[in-house]
């Protein structure tokens, strides 16, 4: 029995069946980079947190053919999938570009549902609306990358919009029925534990479910440029654990685990390196939540 209620647990009872995620590439940029907020993006994102996903350069199909390639070893002809769309503002289009390229995939008998991450500032009324229609056809996740509710933070981080923002645009996702799913970095430069503990319990009151990310350093982000020049360090295996302890703790048992932790692309990983390995970082956190409380 799981401490805690986690994905692959949630995705069993609701679709009856193992189902894993194919990272796709839908080919978009984010008002963080492309000039309308800025041209940098936040201080940490390096690929739009996409270095796992299929190129932009193939049409979908191509990708999918390729991500479920990937899985070869671990799903079989009766698996099902999730389209994930993870990289860069997945929202950031014109409603009729959307359309051509999620619509389609409401078709297919292999993909049971769809998920999009995107920012609260890319969701107007017509992209509401459209993403009613689309949840209609399939079940749809919508994730939306808060990080810290922390204002002296995200300013830091430059995320680009305020809490508000956010807290708005979960409170009209919620109202059309779309489920959301909030990532939550902890380890950010300057935050106390309280400060992350605090982050989490507000993703809780607006999310369905939530995502665990451990701050890490890539090289090639101004992120990296600050920790080089000594301005934070990042944590240690053993306090991440524990904090990932004391957040699971005050997650409601309704709110799904999507993620405890985040591990960047290992060629350009800098900090914290223990991160590189998944596997022991999963099984420690593991451990620790299994102990009598």
Request: proline share 3%.
């Given at each position: 029995?799981?401490?805690?209620?986690?994905?692959?647990?949630?995705?069993?009872?609701?679709?009856?069946?193992?189902?894993?995620?194919?990272?796709?590439?839908?080919?978009?940029?984010?008002?963080?980079?492309?000039?309308?907020?800025?041209?940098?993006?936040?201080?940490?994102?390096?690929?739009?947190?996409?270095?796992?996903?299929?190129?932009?350069?193939?049409?979908?199909?191509?990708?999918?053919?390729?991500?479920?390639?990937?899985?070869?070893?671990?799903?079989?002809?009766s698996t099902k999938y999730i389209a994930y769309f993870q990289a860069y503002t997945n929202t950031y289009a014109p409603v009729e570009r959307l359309r051509e390229l999620y619509l389609p995939?409401?078709?297919?008998?292999?993909?049971?549902?769809?998920?999009?991450?995107?920012?609260?500032?890319?969701?107007?009324?017509?992209?509401?609306?459209?993403?009613?229609?689309?949840?209609?056809?399939?079940?749809?996740f919508l994730e939306l990358g808060l990080q810290t509710i922390h204002e002296r933070t995200a300013d830091y981080i430059r995320r680009g919009y305020n809490l508000e923002c956010y807290n708005?645009?979960?409170?009209?996702?919620?109202?059309?029925?779309?489920?959301?799913?909030?990532?939550?970095?902890?380890?950010?430069?300057?935050?106390?534990?309280?400060?992350?503990?605090?982050?989490?319990?507000?993703?809780?009151?607006?999310?369905?479910?939530?995502?665990?990310?451990?701050?890490?350093?890539?090289?090639?982000?101004?992120?990296?440029?600050?920790?080089?020049?000594?301005?934070?360090?990042?944590?240690?295996?053993?306090?991440?654990?524990?904090?990932?302890?004391?957040?699971?703790?005050?997650?409601?048992k309704d709110v799904v685990i999507h993620r405890l932790t985040g591990d960047g692309a290992k060629r350009h990983l800098i900090a914290p390196l223990w991160s590189g390995d998944k596997k022991?970082?999963?099984?420690?956190?593991?451990?620790?939540?299994?102990?009598?409380?």
């Open positions: 029995m799981s401490p805690y209620y986690g994905v692959n647990e949630y995705f069993k009872d609701r679709f009856g069946c193992k189902v894993y995620k194919l990272a796709l590439d839908g080919g978009f940029t984010c008002p963080n980079r492309d000039g309308t907020l800025g041209n940098g993006g936040c201080i940490f994102c390096l690929e739009g947190s996409g270095a796992f996903a299929e190129r932009s350069c193939q049409n979908l199909d191509v990708q999918i053919k390729r991500a479920k390639q990937r899985l070869a070893s671990k799903a079989d002809t995939l409401t078709e297919r008998d292999d993909i049971v549902a769809i998920s999009i991450a995107t920012r609260p500032d890319c969701l107007s009324e017509d992209v509401l609306d459209f993403l009613v229609e689309l949840n209609r056809k399939k079940p749809l708005s645009s979960a409170e009209e996702l919620n109202r059309r029925g779309i489920e959301l799913v909030t990532h939550i970095i902890l380890g950010l430069p300057f935050e106390t534990e309280e400060m992350m503990l605090e982050s989490v319990a507000h993703a809780c009151k607006y999310s369905k479910g939530i995502k665990l990310q451990l701050l890490h350093v890539l090289e090639g982000t101004d992120l990296a440029e600050d920790y080089k020049q000594g301005k934070f360090k990042t944590l240690e295996l053993d306090e991440y654990v524990k904090l990932v302890k004391k957040c699971v703790d005050i997650i409601p022991r970082v999963i099984n420690s956190i593991n451990s620790i939540l299994r102990q009598k409380r």
